[in-house]
């Protein structure tokens, strides 16, 4: 049994890329275990103030409430991933749920609020309970009078990952606390941390600081942490590029930046791990001149997931695990895999190939980018872009020296605001494309001071010949009179966005978002909400303030000028240049009513012999090729082709 898979089929498969790309990113698992410091100056809350953007909570309030909706989004977005909370420095101690008999603590003032795991509905409705219930905050968040030392907290970290989460690929230890040296005067307890934080960097471990400064002290590294933050390679390649630094978070600060939402941003951006796309990729400069990338799928769109089928007509809802078998369509047989063979069709016939040919076909070549010339950005024109561009960046471990050649190029496309032309494949046996290769420099956000376009080499792929298409026929733009767009331009000035740009982070998605909402009420039981959250519906009252008297100014203006009429227009403007225009006079030709469809053989024959079959409207050919019983598919050449062939028949 042949299955017909026409050509059409490989370029959606092609098209698909992106599809393929998102389960890619959906199936990386993350480990991350929250480190909050419980002290009396991380309990103390802020001092009064009269912004309405200021702190109301403590820097440990703060960062519980910054991993329960951290928990929240996981939850739904990344429902493979791990999350534990870990409170230390509490007068309290626990450690998992084993029975201890001996009544030996195993990691004094280490309080395991919850255990590394998958995110469930309880352990997220447990960390509101604790925000809401002042009693129990108050039971749990009791700071000891004798501090944790760091290499405990470390090692019970250690303890964590190892048993709860030993394979994982990203792991990472995030630790928010305001205390810059734990131990002033104790030189063997900070050697103890070092080397138990070096032994998380040995287990793949990952730790971030997020320092909270305080309005009388600022945070300093170099007294502790910079001992035990141990980088990651990938992030001291881009420290060697000079792409990013850390982020201080002020506790109790008026600047207007409140410390919830501070440390959600910095998080956000570190708790997503680097997973490349593709990993030592040739990068061919020149003949024999070679370094090796990594490329990132940086622009990702951000889309309601299904992960599995959940059958809820029995008594309790199950995850319903789905087979699929092929028949055949006329004789109802089970078709098994080795039955089932590939065609392409070629005319009105099939052409089989074997997977092995089919391999073959599809192969050009080992993965790699190999440049082919350069060229100034002026040439890239709008029109070319075809999907999302891939950043690339330099990794050491396919050649060394990689990162400096990297960074030499980079410099040199961006002074002299020139691209490459390279030859690109993505993977084995991916199709071959054509791509710039873009320079960018970096972007700050200005409001929580993150990156938001890194530093670095872009894939921009180009389309061949074959995806060129011709554009639509563009109207002559209709001008209206200089008073109406001089009264339009005050309106646009009264409705200027703040700064005179579009910052999307203020902007959330309304049906996405909508859409976790009712995943997050149904799962925790709380009250689904009726009405959705929408910040693109226009401040109308704002607008009527600002702009509502320009508008009726300009509806008043509109309406003087449609009455006027593009001939009375034509004469005002005339008499104000105190010369007279002369009437142009239009040819009217007549035409010929007669429709191709109605055209005798003859006539149709003097047509297809005039060569002005094609000045005809692709409604008429494919209305011709109806009734002479044609097929009506295809472009404009190809009816013309079809009806050519057609007259010379009938002869």
């Excluded at 227009?569 to 007669?594: C, F, L």
Aim: aromatic share 8%.
């Amino acid at each position: 049994m042949a299955e017909n898979e026409s050509w059409r089929r490989d370029s959606e498969e092609d098209e698909d890329e992106d599809e393929r790309d998102e389960s890619y990113y959906g199936s990386q698992k993350n480990a991350v275990i929250f480190a909050i410091e419980v002290s009396p100056s991380m309990l103390a809350s802020p001092p009064p103030s009269d912004d309405k953007k200021a702190d109301t909570d403590s820097p440990t309030i703060a960062a519980l409430k910054c991993a329960y909706q951290l928990m929240q989004q996981r939850i739904i977005s990344n429902p493979k991933d791990m999350m534990g909370v870990l409170l230390f420095g509490t007068e309290k101690s626990k450690f998992q749920d084993e029975a201890n008999t001996s009544g030996v603590i195993s990691y004094p003032h280490c309080y395991l609020l919850n255990d590394l795991d998958v995110p469930s509905a309880e352990d997220v409705k447990a960390l509101r309970n604790l925000l809401e219930d002042d009693d129990s905050s108050e039971e749990v968040l009791q700071p000891s009078e004798e501090k944790a030392t760091m290499a405990n907290m470390l090692f019970c970290a250690n303890q964590i990952f190892t048993t709860r989460a030993p394979n994982f690929g990203s792991r990472k230890l995030l630790i928010i606390t305001d205390n810059d040296d734990p131990h002033p005067n104790d030189k063997d307890a900070s050697q103890s941390a070092a080397v138990r934080a070096k032994d998380l960097y040995d287990l793949g471990v990952i730790i971030e600081l997020f320092p909270i400064s305080k309005p009388d002290h600022e945070f300093d590294l170099s007294k502790f942490y910079d001992d035990i933050r141990y980088r990651d390679p990938e992030q001291t390649d881009i420290d060697a590029l000079g792409m990013t630094g850390h982020q201080d978070h002020k506790a109790g600060g008026n600047d207007g930046i409140s410390l919830l939402n501070s440390l959600l941003s910095d998080i956000n951006s570190k708790q997503v791990a680097k997973r490349a796309l593709f990993s030592n990729m040739p990068f061919e400069i020149g003949p024999g001149f070679k370094i090796s990338v990594k490329g990132y799928n940086i622009l990702q769109k951000q889309a309601p997931a299904r992960s599995t089928y959940v059958y809820v007509d029995g008594e309790q809802a199950q995850i319903a695990v789905g087979e699929t078998t092929k028949q055949d369509e006329n004789t109802q047989k089970t078709v098994e895999k080795v039955e089932i063979k590939k065609a392409y069709k070629f005319g009105n016939e099939q052409v089989l190939f074997t997977p092995e040919e089919q391999k073959q076909m599809k192969d050009f070549g080992p993965p790699g980018i190999r440049i082919l010339g350069f060229k100034p950005q002026s040439m890239l024109p709008n029109w070319a872009s075809m999907k999302k561009a891939t950043f690339i960046f330099p990794s050491e471990d396919g050649y060394v020296g990689s990162t400096r050649v990297f960074s030499a190029l980079w410099q040199k496309l961006l002074k002299d605001n020139k691209m490459g032309i390279a030859w690109f494949i993505a993977r084995s046996n991916a199709t071959p494309v054509l791509v710039a290769i873009l320079p960018s420099s970096e972007k700050i956000d200005s409001n929580s001071n993150q990156q938001v376009i890194p530093q670095g080499l872009w894939l921009y792929q180009l389309p061949f010949v074959d995806d060129l298409r011709q554009p639509p026929e563009i109207l002559k733009p209709l001008v209206s009179p200089d008073n109406l767009i001089d009264a339009m331009r005050k309106i646009v000035q009264q409705l200027q966005l703040p700064k005179a740009e579009y910052d999307p982070s203020k902007y959330p998605n309304p049906a996405l978002q909508w859409h976790y909402k009712i995943l997050q009420a149904m799962a925790l039981e709380e009250e689904i909400p009726s009405i959705p959250e929408d910040k693109t519906i226009p401040k109308y009252r704002q607008i009527d303030k600002r702009a509502g008297e320009y508008a009726l100014l300009w509806m008043g203006a509109l309406e003087l000028a449609s009455r006027a009429g593009p001939t009375r227009k034509r004469e005002a403007m005339d008499e104000n240049s105190g010369s007279a225009a002369p009437k142009k006079r239009v040819k009217v030709e007549p035409k010929d009513e007669t429709s191709l469809s109605d055209m005798s053989l003859k006539a149709l024959r003097g047509v297809v012999e005039g060569e002005t079959l094609s000045k005809h409207t692709v409604a008429e050919l494919k209305t011709l090729c109806t009734a002479k019983g044609l097929a009506s598919t295809g472009k404009k050449a190809d009816l013309v082709d079809r009806i050519e062939q057609w007259v010379e028949g009938q002869a």
